[in-house]
């Protein structure tokens, strides 16, 4: 029987090329999806996994999500957003939004998992911060903060939930091309890959195998880490 897990915003970037990973690995995969849904079930089809569409922000669509879908026993809490501009700027409602999806949707995932894992006394959770969270982002403060929060949840976590056989840990990555870069020229991005020590920019599958490697028993006691996959761009 093939062990059961979750990535959420998973339909695109980073989190699809994580559940075609995991389902390399023999995971059976859910795909969480919000907005993108012809990407979510083409990659269903694909990978022969189901597809749920859930506001993780809304605790409300992740219980009744995981009512549907049933235990697992691995949550990669992928979902997120990004935003840009000038703290002075950012509206009550941006900065709101941001939080309740890159916090609070993690909050509301993890809250919906846990009582499987507690029960059978075994779980993975991996969480997604970014490496601004170590270097800081000009003009992406909103964004940055969360990821903070990302980390202290995931170490803060990794205490909590051992004593249960639950594992907790986050991968950080760099600047990785996905959509989420699609504001940037191409020039742009390239000078950006000067900066790291490999030289370029990395790719969703560079961060996915990172995951997949956490999600495997050759982690088994690996918990509490925050993992850069960045290219070596923050050294």
């Given at each position: 029987m093939k062990k059961r897990a979750l990535v959420t915003g998973s339909s695109r970037g980073i989190g699809a090329a994580t559940a075609r990973a995991l389902a390399a690995d023999g995971w059976e995969v859910n795909i969480n999806y919000f907005?993108?849904?012809?990407?979510?079930?083409?990659?269903?089809?694909e990978l022969g996994a189901r597809v749920f569409r859930a506001d993780v922000a809304d605790p409300a669509q992740v219980q009744a999500m995981f009512d549907e879908m049933g235990p697992v026993e691995l949550l990669v809490n992928n979902a997120g957003i990004a935003?840009?501009?000038?703290?002075?700027?950012?509206?009550?409602?941006?900065w709101q939004r941001i939080f309740a999806v890159n916090v609070g949707g993690v909050f509301n995932c993890i809250r919906a998992a846990l009582p499987h894992m507690i029960h059978e006394k075994h779980g993975i959770?991996?969480?997604?911060?970014?490496?601004?969270?170590?270097?800081?982002?000009s003009c992406e403060a909103s964004y940055t903060a969360t990821k903070g929060a990302i980390e202290g949840l995931t170490k803060s976590l990794a205490r909590e939930l051992g004593p249960s056989g639950i594992r907790v840990n986050a991968v950080a990555p760099g600047v990785i091309e996905t959509d989420m870069l699609n504001c940037f020229t191409r020039e742009e991005l390239d000078a950006v890959a000067e900066n790291a020590a490999m030289g370029r920019n990395g790719l969703p599958e560079d961060v996915a195998k990172v995951t997949a490697m956490l999600a495997s028993d050759a982690c088994q006691f690996v918990t509490g880490a925050i993992i850069n996959v960045d290219g070596g761009n923050i050294l």
């Open positions: 907005r993108s849904e012809k990407e979510a079930l083409a990659l269903g089809q935003h840009e501009g000038l703290i002075t700027d950012i509206t009550d409602e941006e959770i991996i969480n997604t911060s970014s490496v601004l969270m170590k270097a800081g982002g």
